[in-house]
C-alpha cells in the first residue's frame, strides 16, 4: 500500500495543474494514468500546436447548468496566469485570432513544460495504471493494477468522453455516481452537424466549400468559417453553435453575414435596374462561392435568366434562404470527432472554491469531467487549468 497526501486520476491538463500546485503546496501526490503517455489530447489540440488559452476567457463562454460556478476558479487562476507560466519556460507562442493563444512550435511543448513542473513539485507519475475500485473510509482507498493506494484527497480528473483513442473513459461519471452525485447529461460538443437524409441529397454537392457565414443555434450566434462535408456541415462556427443543439433544435445560418437583409435586396433591386442584363449567378458569385450559389439559386427555383427577368418572389426567397438558411440536423457526428463533452458532474454537487464535493469531503472533480463547457478557441484547457489549480490550493 502506497500512502499520499492526494491522489489524482487522470494525467490531462486539469490533473496535471492540480497535481503541480498541491505538490508546490508541499502535499505529497500520486497522479495516476490508465494510458502509457501523458497528455494525449493536449498532443493533438489546436492542430499539434495546442491553443492553450484564451485571452478572452470569461464566464459567458462556457456553457453549464450552472453558468455561474466556473467564474470563481476563471478569475483566480485566469489565462494570464497560464500564459506567465508559458513565457517562464521560454515557450514561444503567438496570438491567431479572437485571443486565441497557440505555440509556435507544437503542443509537446506545454506536455514537457507540465512534466517538469511535476518533476519541480515532487509528484510521483504512474503510467499504464488501471483504477480497479474506490473506497471511502476516512481517506480513499484506490486499488489499481499497479498496487493499492491511500489517500486523504482524491481528485478526478480523467476528462470528457471525446476522441475515445485518446484514452476517454466514462470513469470520472461512474465514481460520481458511486457516491451518490448527479451527473447532467452527457452529449458530443464543438462538433459538426449531420444532415437530415433530405438534406444531405441536397447538399453533398456542396462538400469541401468554406466560407465565412453566421451559425445561430438556441439564440448563440458565432461568425465565423463554415465547411461542407459529405454529411453535414463543420468548420469554427458550426462546432461553436454545436454546444447550444439539443435534438429538436434548429440552426440557422447566414451565409451573407457582411450585408444585411436590406443591403442584399437593395444591391440586387440596383443591379436589376442598371441595364447591365447581368445574371443573378454572376452577381452572388462576387461575394459567395459559385457552387452555393448554383446550389441556392436552384433550391429558390431561380431560372438562368438575366436578374431583370427573374420572378421577385424568387428573388426574395432566395435573400431570405442566404441570410437565414435553416434546417433541423439529424444530430452531431458524435464522440469520434467531438471536442468535448457537454454535460458531467453536476456542479451543484461541489464548491466554486475548490472543486470538491460537498457530500463527500476529501473527493474532488476538475476539468472536463464537470459540467462546464467551453467554447472552441482554448476556454476549454483554460477551464482545465482554472479547475486544476483552484482544487490544487485545496487538497
Ligand atoms: C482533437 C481535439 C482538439 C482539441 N483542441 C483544443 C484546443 O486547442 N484548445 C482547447 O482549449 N481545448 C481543446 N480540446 C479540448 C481539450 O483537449 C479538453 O477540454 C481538455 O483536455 C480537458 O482536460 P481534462 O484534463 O479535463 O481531460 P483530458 O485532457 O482528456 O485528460 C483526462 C486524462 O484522464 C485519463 N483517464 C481517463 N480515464 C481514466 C481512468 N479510468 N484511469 C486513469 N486515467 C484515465 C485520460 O487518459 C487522460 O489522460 C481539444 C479536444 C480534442 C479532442
Redesign the pocket.
Known amino acids: 500500500m502506497e500512502t499520499y497526501d492526494v491522489v489524482v486520476?487522470?494525467?490531462?491538463?486539469?490533473?496535471?495543474?492540480c497535481a503541480i500546485q498541491a505538490g508546490r503546496r508541499g502535499r505529497r501526490v500520486a497522479l495516476?494514468?490508465?494510458?502509457g503517455v501523458?497528455?494525449?489530447?493536449?498532443r493533438?489540440?489546436?492542430?499539434g500546436?495546442?491553443?492553450?488559452?484564451?485571452r478572452g476567457a470569461t464566464p459567458e463562454r462556457y456553457v453549464s447548468e450552472n453558468p455561474d460556478f466556473c467564474r470563481s476558479a476563471l478569475a483566480r487562476y485566469t489565462a494570464e496566469d497560464f500564459v506567465e507560466l508559458v513565457r517562464a519556460h521560454g515557450i514561444a507562442f503567438h496570438e491567431k485570432t479572437l485571443g486565441?493563444l497557440?505555440c509556435d512550435g507544437s503542443?509537446q511543448q506545454i506536455i514537457d513544460m507540465l512534466i517538469e513542473e511535476c518533476r519541480r513539485a515532487r509528484v510521483t507519475i504512474a503510467l499504464n495504471?488501471?483504477?480497479q475500485t474506490v473506497k471511502k473510509a476516512d481517506g480513499f482507498l484506490i486499488k489499481t493494477s499497479a498496487g493499492d493506494y491511500a489517500a486523504e484527497s482524491l481528485v478526478i480528473?480523467?476528462?470528457?468522453l471525446?476522441?475515445p483513442k485518446?484514452?476517454?473513459?466514462h470513469?470520472?461519471y461512474r465514481i460520481a455516481e458511486q457516491f451518490g452525485l448527479r451527473v447532467v447529461p452527457t452529449s458530443a460538443a464543438?462538433d459538426a452537424f449531420v444532415f437530415s437524409e433530405n438534406d444531405r441529397r441536397r447538399f453533398e454537392e456542396l462538400a469541401g466549400v468554406s466560407l465565412p457565414a453566421a451559425v445561430t443555434c438556441h439564440g448563440a450566434r458565432f461568425e465565423e468559417g463554415i465547411l461542407f462535408t459529405h454529411t453535414g456541415l463543420s468548420g469554427p462556427a458550426a462546432l461553436q453553435a454545436s454546444l447550444y443543439w439539443q435534438p429538436g433544435r434548429k440552426v440557422s445560418v447566414d451565409l451573407l453575414p457582411s450585408m444585411s437583409t436590406d443591403e442584399l435586396r437593395s444591391w440586387l433591386a440596383q443591379k436589376k435596374t442598371d441595364g447591365s442584363g447581368a445574371k443573378v449567378e454572376t452577381l452572388l458569385a462576387e461575394r459567395l462561392p459559385r457552387r452555393v450559389v448554383d446550389r441556392f439559386c436552384r433550391l429558390h427555383n431561380l431560372t438562368p435568366r438575366s436578374l431583370a427577368q427573374q420572378p421577385a418572389a424568387a428573388l426574395e426567397s432566395l435573400c431570405r434562404g442566404l441570410k437565414a438558411w435553416t434546417f433541423m440536423p439529424r444530430g452531431t457526428a458524435g464522440y469520434g470527432?467531438?471536442?468535448?463533452t457537454r454535460g458531467g458532474v453536476d456542479t451543484k454537487a461541489l464548491s466554486s472554491k475548490t472543486m470538491e464535493c460537498h457530500t463527500v469531503p476529501g473527493l474532488y472533480f476538475?476539468?472536463?469531467?464537470?459540467d462546464v463547457?467551453?467554447w472552441?478557441?482554448?476556454?476549454?484547457?483554460?477551464?482545465?487549468w482554472s479547475?486544476?489549480w483552484a482544487a490544487g490550493q485545496a487538497v
Open positions: 486520476i487522470g494525467a490531462g491538463a486539469a490533473g496535471m495543474m495516476l494514468e490508465h494510458a501523458i497528455g494525449q489530447k493536449i493533438i489540440s489546436g492542430g500546436r495546442c491553443n492553450f488559452t484564451n486565441q497557440f503542443a495504471c488501471q483504477v480528473a480523467t476528462g470528457g471525446s476522441l485518446t484514452g476517454a473513459t470513469f470520472g464543438l470527432t467531438a471536442e468535448v476538475i476539468g472536463e469531467v464537470v463547457t467551453g472552441l478557441g482554448g476556454y476549454n484547457f483554460q477551464w482545465a479547475s486544476g
